[in-house]
Structure formats: structure tokens, C-alpha cells
């Protein structure tokens, strides 16, 4: 079946290390790419997105992330994450044969030890 | 009030119920959602609505009703549920669904969610 893999659910990190959230689909074609993040207590919200250009692309806080299109991935990266870097990581994918279709992965959680 | 917003923020409901949840979104966007969010799954599209017009029914039960009666407003009415229906649910808009735009004016906005239990 079609999906969004996030293949880690839980990662913990001492603050300053480098951060990278894996994101593979399985969907072909032309595809939209997104990461949201979800700070405890708060609303999903964007983080960083994709649409065609530059693979690589920067988002805010200091995160990018590598469309790979021979991979069908898209990899989150941060060279050095901070304690208010906490949160829910989700990958999204909009494939445009599909039309009006999101498909998100089950979500990384990410705590930042300081 | 600026983004989206979701009322209830919580709601307990019987079976033999019949509720709302309700959505607004202050944006000017033409395109609206709704998510399913349960424990230890990816977020489930139920519904997308363009400019009050449903484009997206995930096969969801006819036990969810949306209803969108303007492009500000979007409900989920709830009749008769399951307990595996207990979740979060998100509502988000978008300035337009992916399937106009090609996916650039598609970044969502998402409101705080609903927490539905259904006993």
C-alpha cells in the first residue's frame, strides 16, 4: 500500500547534536513535500515545505530538509537542535495524481535533553 | 481572533448521541479539512471541502456528517458513534486544495483539535 514512513518514533538527543528525521513515501509521480511540527500544548504547524527547484530546501528555526527523488525521501536535518527543538515531527506528502490527497507519517517525537 | 479555531476543545459523548464540532478559520482561505488523529497512526483525511464545495470523502462512515456553509465555516456533525471513534480531530484550511493550485498554495493552517471520547 501507498504510504509516508517515518521510520524513527522516538529519538532523544543532547542539545547541540545534530538532528536528522528520516522520511520515505511510496507515492510516484510529482509530489509536494511538507514537514509540520507540533510544540507541546500547541497547534501543528509548518515547518517547511517542497514543491519543485532546489531539492534542498530551509525552513524556520534553522531546519532544512533534502528531497532525494530517487529515494522517495525527504529527510529532516538540524546541525544543532536546541531543549526548545521538543516536539512532534510530521511528514506530509501531497502526490498530485492523487489530487486533493495528504498523507501524513505517524510522527517523530523528539526530546531535546539540555 | 486570527488562524483556525475549533469548539469544542473537548467533548465526552454517549453513543446514542448527536453533537458538532465546529471550525472557523479567520484566513481568507478557500479550502478546509478535516483530520482524524488516533494514537500511534498517521493523521486520516476525512474531508476537504473547496470554497463549500465537498472534492474529498475518504471513505469515511456516514455516522460523520460535514457540512460547510460558508468558506469560513466547517462542521463535523456526530450521530450514533463508536468507541473507536475517540480521537483527536483537527480541522485546517489552506488558501486553495492541492488538486487547484498544484500543491503551492496548499500549506495548511491547523486549529488546536477536538478531543472526542466516545463512552
Known amino acids: 500500500a501507498q504510504s509516508v514512513s517515518q521510520h524513527n518514533h522516538h529519538v532523544i538527543l543532547s542539545e547541540a547534536a545534530s538532528l536528522e528525521l528520516g522520511c520515505n513515501y511510496s507515492?510516484?509521480?510529482?509530489?509536494?513535500l511538507f514537514w509540520y511540527v507540533q510544540y507541546p500544548g500547541q497547534h501543528l504547524q509548518l515547518l517547511l515545505k517542497?514543491?519543485?527547484?532546489?531539492?534542498l530546501v530551509k525552513g524556520i528555526k534553522g531546519f532544512e530538509a533534502e528531497f532525494i527523488k530517487s529515494k522517495f525521501s525527504f529527510n529532516l536535518r538540524k546541525p544543532s537542535v536546541q531543549w526548545s527543538d521538543t516536539a512532534e515531527y510530521f511528514c506530509?506528502?501531497?502526490?498530485?495524481?492523487?489530487?486533493?490527497?495528504?498523507?501524513f507519517g505517524t510522527g517523530t517525537s523528539l526530546t531535546v535533553i539540555p | 481572533e486570527t488562524g483556525v479555531t475549533q469548539t469544542p476543545r473537548h467533548l465526552v459523548m454517549g453513543m446514542t448521541n448527536k453533537k458538532s464540532l465546529k471550525c472557523e478559520q479567520h484566513?481568507?482561505?478557500?479550502?478546509m479539512y478535516w483530520y482524524k488523529q488516533s494514537a500511534k497512526k498517521p493523521l486520516e483525511l476525512m474531508f476537504v471541502?473547496?470554497?463549500?464545495?465537498?472534492?474529498e470523502n475518504n471513505s469515511v462512515p456516514s455516522r460523520f456528517s460535514p457540512e460547510c456553509p460558508n468558506s469560513s465555516h466547517l462542521f463535523l456533525h456526530l450521530h450514533t458513534l463508536q468507541p473507536e471513534d475517540s480521537a483527536l480531530y483537527l480541522c485546517?484550511?489552506?488558501?486553495?486544495?492541492?488538486?487547484?493550485?498544484?500543491?503551492?498554495?496548499?500549506?495548511?493552517?491547523f486549529g488546536p483539535g477536538t478531543r472526542l471520547t466516545v463512552t
Open positions: 485546517a484550511s489552506s488558501q486553495d486544495p492541492p488538486g487547484r493550485s498544484g500543491g503551492r498554495s496548499a500549506e495548511q493552517y
Open positions: 507515492y510516484g509521480g510529482t509530489v509536494n
Open positions: 517542497y514543491f519543485s527547484g532546489d531539492p
Open positions: 506530509a506528502v501531497n502526490a498530485l495524481n492523487t489530487g486533493n490527497q495528504f498523507y
Open positions: 484566513l481568507g482561505h478557500n479550502a
Open positions: 471541502y473547496s470554497l463549500e464545495e465537498r472534492v
